[in-house]
Every structure is written in C-alpha cells, then in structure tokens.
C-alpha cells in the first residue's frame, strides 16, 4: 500500500516537472511568452502576396489564357457526346512538352462538358487519373469506380470484371463516362500494350452495346504510343490534340493574370513579368514551360518577403531562379568548354555587370566591353553576328540566360 501511494505521488512530481519544461527553453531561455511574440510578428509581417495558393500546381485559374484553340477542338471532338450521346465512343489524345498546360486544360475540359451535358439532361461523369501513380490496369479500373461513384467491393475481382461492372452499372443508370488518363505513357510501359487494348477496344467485342464508355489520353509525346500495336494506335491517334510550348508573349499573359490574383497590387512590375517570361519562352531560348514560370515568380514573392522588401524585383527573380536551378554548377563545368572568343565575351558580360551593379546588360554595351577586351589581348575581334551566336551558345550551356 505504502509503495503505491509512493508511487502515485512520485508520479506526480514527474508529471509536473513535464509540464514544467515546455514554459521555458533550458539553452536560450525563451519563453512561451516569446515564443508566441515572434509567431504573431510572422503572422503580421507584411507580405507582397495577397493569395498565395493562386501560384501553387494545383490551382485552376479561372481562364487559360492561350488556350482557347485547344478547347475549342476538344469541344469538337467530344460533340457526338452531346448532339449523340451513345452513339461513338471517342478517344483523343493531347500531345505537349512540360508545363505547356495539358492537365489544367483538359480537366478545365471534363467538368465544363460535365456541367453543359447536365444541363441538356445528360449524365457525364469526368475521371481524371494519373497514371503516374495508378500505373496498372487493377489501380486504374479500380480509380475509375471509385471517381465514378461506382459501388463495388474490389476484393476478389479481377480488373476485367470490375471494368465490365462499371460499364453494367454506368449503362444501367444512363450516364456516360469520359476518362482522362494522364501521363498514359506510365501507364503503357507499366500495364503493357494488352491492358491498353482492353480499355480502348471494350466495344470490339459488342458493337451492339451503347458507347458508354470515352478517353483522353495526355501525354509528353506519341512516341509513348510506341509499344502498343499498329491497329490500336491509329485507333487512338485519330485526334490529337497539339499543346505547343509557350511563346515568351502568351507566358507574359498567363503570369500577369496570376501576379494580379496572388499578389498585392502595384508589387510585381511589368519588367519582372517579362523578365520571368523570357527566361522560358520558347521562342527566347527556354523551354516554354508555364510551371516553372509560375514557379518562379512564386519564389520570387517569397524572396521580396524574406528581406522584408515591398516590391518583387528582378533581383528577386534571379535569386529564386537560383533555387530553381543551382546552376553556379553547371557553369563551372562548363567553361571548360568554351572557345577563346566566348570566353573573352563573358569576361566582358561579367566586367559590364560588375560596372553597372544592374540585373542584366544589353548586349551592344557587352560588345563595346568586349572589343576594348580584345584590344588588350591583342586578338581581332569577331563579328557581331558571331558574337550573338556564342551567347545563344552560352545560354544553351546555362551559362547565361
Ligand atoms: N494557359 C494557361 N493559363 C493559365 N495557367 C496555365 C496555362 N497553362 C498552364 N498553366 C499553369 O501552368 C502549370 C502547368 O500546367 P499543367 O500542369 O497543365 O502542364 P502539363 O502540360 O500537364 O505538364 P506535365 O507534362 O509536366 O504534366 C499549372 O499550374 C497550370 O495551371
Ligand atoms: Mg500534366
């Protein structure tokens, strides 16, 4: 009796002293008191960014700028679906590099068309998987039952009879499904050419059967395609529908349209909007890719917030493109590479920036610099049209941008 009472009450010294330590921090000696203060002065430290989430991957802008063409030839397609529904089962692809807007479009696509149909009294249900991450044929049928709201209880079944379920029940309740299976090539590798024909050919077999059941296929390139057979890829491949990198003006427009929902206005100029849009518009040398131009005017907002700045500048951008890409790397790698001459312009580059303390320097100042460098060395200079050449070298070496 003695030892439990002893017990319960050594217990409760312990309990105290637990509680005890988290009111102050034995090494600085900061309190909660403190700790609190610092919190709310995060919390109200003012920020460049009105809405963040505005500039997150997952947000769906409430226009796509740029875009117009490729909806307006999806519409065309999937028309039978709504003038005919039943009649065709339809597939098209949507082909494109990184970034170039494939997902959010075509999801933009699923549930505009869903609400439309709906409003002629037509049931469509939009799946959209990623292939990504249910890459076999049993996760993607199993998907497709669940965002389909099909009842099932997937033990035991193989992926055929769940398939043939959801067509059962779809046809049962008169809907119609229209399936969006992203980065398919995942899927193709992974399931194999067998599964993809048991998707796409359901109707091979049953002709008779109301065509309940329609897809679109989103890839980086055709070349996913590669591994199916001849029949069944020019079965799919009748639509395709073309995403084109970005041009430096259409990415200007796709982020001042975020730059006014994400951020407090008058904070991001035109100039850092341009800036931004010519590191990765396709037609200036980038890749054309709206994420990581997104991306990077999102670290940019970050970087102004962390120095307590009240506007986004192009320095701001050139830091965050740091974190983007470390790329003091890959330029000591590469100078190994270059030819005197392009050497000789970038110690100019680098002179003219040094002098000017500015983000970046037109190239007629960094040719002037070079001509009295190369006066220094006693080496004839080389034309202008040369000169222009090594510097698109350099920046496809990501030596420069
Ligand atoms: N026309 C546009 N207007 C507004 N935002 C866009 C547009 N195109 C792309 N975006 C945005 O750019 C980002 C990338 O787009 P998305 O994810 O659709 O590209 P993707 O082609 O699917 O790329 P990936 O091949 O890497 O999957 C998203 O945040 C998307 O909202
Ligand atoms: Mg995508």
């Known amino acids: ?23 102050r921090d034995p090494l600085s000696g900061a309190s909660l008191e403190s700790a609190r203060r610092i919190m709310e002065e ?6 460049v960014f009105r809405r963040k989430e505005a500039l997150y991957p997952e947000y769906v802008p409430p226009s796509l700028p740029h875009r117009e063409n490729q909806l307006r030839r999806l519409a065309e397609i999937f028309k039978p679906l709504i003038v005919n529904p039943g009649e065709a089962s339809i597939k098209a692809v949507v082909v494109g590099g990184v970034g170039t807007g494939k997902t959010v479009t075509t999801r933009v696509f699923g549930t505009e068309l869903r609400s439309i149909a709906r409003r002629r009294g037509i049931d469509v249900r939009y799946v959209h998987i990623n292939c990504h991450r249910d890459r076999t044929l049993y996760e993607v049928v199993s998907e497709i039952a669940r965002q389909a709201d099909v009842p099932i209880s997937q033990r035991g079944f193989s992926p055929h009879e769940i398939f043939g379920y959801v067509h059962q029940y779809i046809d049962r309740q008169r809907s119609f499904l229209l399936i969006a299976l992203d980065e398919f090539d995942y899927f193709v590798d992974a399931a194999g050419s067998d599964a993809v024909y048991f998707l796409m050919r359901v109707y091979d077999e049953h002709p008779e059967l109301t065509k ?10 055709l070349s996913g395609l590669s591994k199916v057979d001849s029949a069944t890829y020019s079965y799919v491949t009748r639509y395709i529908v073309s995403f084109e990198p970005y041009r430096s003006r259409e990415l200007r427009d796709i982020l001042r349209q975020r730059r006014d929902e994400a951020f407090h206005p008058g904070t991001v100029g035109d100039d850092v909007i341009g800036y931004i849009a010519d590191l990765e518009g396709s037609d200036k040398g980038g890749s054309g890719n ?4 997104i991306e990077t005017l999102l670290l940019a907002g970050e970087a102004a917030d962390s120095e307590g700045s009240q506007v986004v500048s192009v320095e701001h951008v050139r830091r965050a493109r740091g974190y983007v890409a470390p790329d003091v790397v890959t330029i000591s790698d590469s100078l190994q590479y270059l030819s005197l001459h392009e050497l000789l312009v970038l110690k100019a580059l680098i002179r003219n920036l040094r002098r000017s303390q500015a ?3 037109t190239m007629g100042s960094v040719e002037n610099e070079y001509r009295d460098i190369c006066r220094l060395y006693d080496e004839k200079p080389r034309r202008h049209t040369q000169l222009y050449e090594y510097v698109v070298n350099m920046r496809r070496m990501g030596i420069v941008e």
């Open 359 to 361: 983000p970046y320097v």
């Open 212 to 221: 309940r059941i329609n897809y679109i296929l989103i890839m980086r390139s």
């Open 42 to 47: 995060a919390f109200i430290k003012p920020s």
């Open 290 to 293: 709206a994420r990581a131009a």
């Open 1 to 23: 009796m003695l030892v439990v009472l002893h017990s319960i009450s050594w217990m409760k010294v312990l309990v105290t002293h637990v509680e005890y330590i988290p009111l």
